[in-house]
């Protein structure tokens, strides 16, 4: 009963699909990093990680439009570039992966993600 009562209150109309597609965005130091594929309007748990709005090109590849981490999915735009910014600039997607092993390592993946790429959305913030 109490598993029936905790999946009733865990469910949402974005949860997760029993298939995600994923993509591998290579930093400027050689380290990949595995991103789940989203639409623009996904809602996120809130917890801490990364995340890309992210341009699907012609041949299937992606562009990214903005890099950032947050403490919150859930909320990561505050602060942050506006949805509205990055769709005007071609975001189709959202990239995204829970990250909890502190401030430090999302911060650092972020960094070595934006000196690869320089996403458009990014430069803006760039100091």
């Given at each position: 009963?109490?598993?029936?009562?905790?999946?009733?209150?865990?469910?949402?109309?974005?949860?997760?699909?029993a298939?995600?597609?994923?993509?591998?965005?290579?930093?400027?130091?050689?380290?990949?990093?595995?991103?789940?594929i989203y639409p623009v309007d996904?809602?996120?748990?809130?917890?801490?990680g990364i995340y890309i709005y992210a341009?699907?090109?012609?041949d299937g590849?992606?562009?990214?439009?903005?890099?950032?981490q947050t403490r919150d999915l859930h909320q990561r735009l505050e602060g942050h570039v506006k949805l509205a910014d990055a769709i005007a600039?071609?975001?189709?997607?959202?990239?995204a992966h829970y990250c909890t092993a502190g401030p430090g390592a999302r911060c650092t993946e972020e960094q070595?993600?934006?000196?690869?790429?320089?996403?458009?959305c990014n430069d803006v913030f760039q100091s």
């Open positions: 009963m109490v598993n029936f009562i905790q999946n009733l209150l865990n469910r949402h109309s974005h949860s997760r699909p298939t995600v597609a994923t993509f591998n965005w290579p930093g400027q130091s050689g380290t990949e990093y595995r991103y789940e996904t809602v996120f748990r809130p917890l801490p341009k699907e090109l012609a590849d992606w562009s990214p439009i903005y890099i950032a600039n071609g975001a189709t997607h959202v990239h070595d993600l934006i000196h690869r790429w320089q996403p458009v």
